[in-house]
DNA sequence: CCGTATCCACAATGATACTG
DNA sequence: CAGTATCATTGTGGATACGG
């Protein structure tokens, strides 16, 4: 039996990393929520439906591709529902779902470590770059 | 005047978006701790303090270019302290601050939201793939 | 009006060899 | 032991023209 090659142990450790966090469901989690653009779209439609070119307006500097691809990433995760009108033009409305309501108290819990501990951070980093300033 | 470009507004409105969402904290908060590797870092010392080479070992997968990226990131913003002791050879431990310790209830939370509710969004996803099937 | 299709740019990640 | 330098690769997001 040869010595296992470098890649070989690599790809061992990578499946029992994935084993371990692959699964994790606080890891796809973030994934979702940290996403670009969901936080803004989920804002946009907190309080009520929105029209898809509300939410084009409403979350500004958004392309229209990443708009509905977090829109539909969105809605296959059941966190926002979508409703058609067939009107001339066709109308579309997006909704947060009951999911996607139970999501917004966590979304605040972000909010206030952030408001509560942000300037620790800021403070911190002007700390470390002064003292790791070079030239 | 000329009509503004579709390029002009487009660039208006990213302004927008950023006076709104750049300055936002938990938008800061969010990309640091959703980061790919900081939730393995951080859960590896929770406990107790690591040296450079547990790390490694313990958050498998890991090339040393990214470990060493994930640990200065999360230490120039006090989440996590940097020891050096002068030995032959050196000896590097790593722990976190007690900035870093308040944010692991928020990790809690978070994990608990999604022991909470994957479920659904994995049903909510199956749903999704089986009405959206094509083919 | 509500998107989709296409092409492009660039940042993020990874493997790995090498240095203090 | 604890990283750094380099190169290759891929994924992610953006602009925009066009279709239902």
Redesign the pocket.
Known sequence: MATKT??QR?EEA?LEYDAFMAGCPSRQLLDRIS??WVGLVLAAMADRPR???ELSKEVA??????L?QTLRSLERDGLVARYVTAEV????DYELTDLGHSLMPLMRAIKSWAEAHMDDVHVARSEYDRTTASA
């Open positions: 470098a890649a690599r990578k996403d670009k029209r898809y070119g500097g958004v392309s229209p591709k990443m509905t033009p066709v109308r579309v």
